[in-house]
């Protein structure tokens, strides 16, 4: 139930207010790509920047609905994103342990730890563009048939004047 009121209904407003598909899956794309940023706290100031730098071209709570909702795939690409920026820059496997997660939260982050958030923001660079294109790609047709089904009615088409003969007077017998 908490999920139909957090993540279904809002969608359902999205989509019967009439958006543009190629708006949505946009948007969509930006919020997923920002949405997986490896480093915590950021994601909601990311989809601020590019909400603020699309301006109409997007979607601002399709951009904010999918950061919220790509939180968990967040969580789970951090590592793998480390491992690929390593590889990338030929860096040092960094040993994950509960010592090294309890420096980062505890701030007390040593050089290493430094080096293997840059390792995850550089697997990070390099993936983010697959899957802006990936959410794109898979997302734009969900959208034509999703805007499609839950458009609007459309509201009968009343000229904006009327024809003189469209006027009839009453005259009252006084």
Request: glycine share 6%; proline share 7%.
């Amino acid at each position: 139930m908490k999920i139909y009121k957090k993540i279904v209904e809002p969608l359902l407003q999205i989509l019967k207010k009439g958006a543009e598909p190629r708006q949505l899956a946009l948007s969509t794309a930006v919020g997923t790509a920002l949405g997986v940023f490896p480093i915590f706290g950021l994601t909601v100031f990311l989809c601020g920047v590019a909400i603020a730098v699309l301006r109409e071209r997007c979607h601002a709570p399709t951009i904010m609905l999918t950061n919220f909702v790509v939180t968990p795939l967040e969580l789970s690409l951090v590592i793998p994103f480390l491992r690929l920026g390593e590889s990338i820059s030929g860096g040092s496997h960094f040993p994950l342990t509960k010592d090294a997660l309890k420096l980062v939260a505890t701030g007390e982050a040593s050089s290493e730890v430094l080096l293997a958030v840059l390792h995850a923001l550089v697997g990070w660079l390099v993936a983010s563009p697959f899957m802006f294109g990936t959410t794109y790609v898979v997302s734009l047709p969900c959208f034509k048939f999703l805007v499609q089904k839950f458009k609007p009615p459309a509201s009968p088409k009343q000229p904006l004047y009327l024809e003189t003969s469209d006027i009839k007077i009453k005259v009252r017998d006084l």
